[in-house]
């Protein structure tokens, strides 16, 4: 059994522990009140309420995302709330920022760290700046240091064992929160 199984049947053991000492007493109790009253009129009326609570709902938390000038998005869930930065954001701030200073050489260093923006540049014919050199003399010195190049990202691929243990957990904590909700 790996650690990640073995960490994830402990939690969800966690969870059903919590459900049955927390939850399902307060679902198998009604809450029951009697009352009595006297009218001016004489009559006497007695009233049995019964009433069945739901347990408490998991709500998560509003984030308010309407001011354009962060870099980051929140995520929100029931469980816990995130805050995510956009690092391409970020690079474009500081360029805008060093930019509207004057430092145009600057901004197009710091907009030229991303590959994407390395690549046009190289195909336009105007290379990155590099060691304050522009023009020709930053093509010849992109020549010598290539591996101050940016490299392009790879994106996170799943291979088909991780692929098959996030599906058997999914498919775990699905069952058990079905058997937990019954």
């Known amino acids: ?9 402990i939690a969800g053991l966690i969870v059903f522990a919590f459900w049955c000492v927390f939850v399902i ?16 009129v004489t009559n006497t009326t007695t ?3 019964k009433v069945k609570t739901n347990p408490p ?5 509003s984030i308010n995302a309407s001011n354009s000038d ?9 469980v816990q709330t995130q805050i995510n930065r956009d690092a391409n954001c970020e690079r474009l701030k500081i360029a805008k920022i060093l930019y509207d200073m004057g430092m145009k050489v600057a901004a197009v260093s710091v907009m030229c760290q991303d590959y994407r923006t390395f690549d046009a ?4 014919g105007t290379p990155c700046p590099i060691q304050g050199k522009i023009g020709t003399e930053a093509e ?11 490299k392009q990202e790879n994106l996170k691929t799943m291979d088909r064992g991780e692929f098959i243990n996030t ?3 999914g498919i775990i904590s699905v069952i058990l929160l079905a058997i937990l909700v019954i």
């Open 1 to 9: 059994m790996t650690d990640r199984l073995r960490n994830n049947l």
């Open 25 to 40: 007493p307060v679902m198998a109790d009604p809450i029951v009140t009697q009352s009595t009253s006297d009218s001016t």
């Open 47 to 49: 009233t049995t309420t």
């Open 57 to 61: 709902s998991a709500i998560s938390p």
């Open 70 to 78: 962060l870099c980051t998005v929140g995520v929100s869930g029931a």
């Open 121 to 124: 540049m190289m195909k336009a």
């Open 140 to 150: 010849e010195l992109w020549k010598d240091n290539r591996h101050e190049i940016p």
């Open 167 to 169: 599906l058997a957990n």
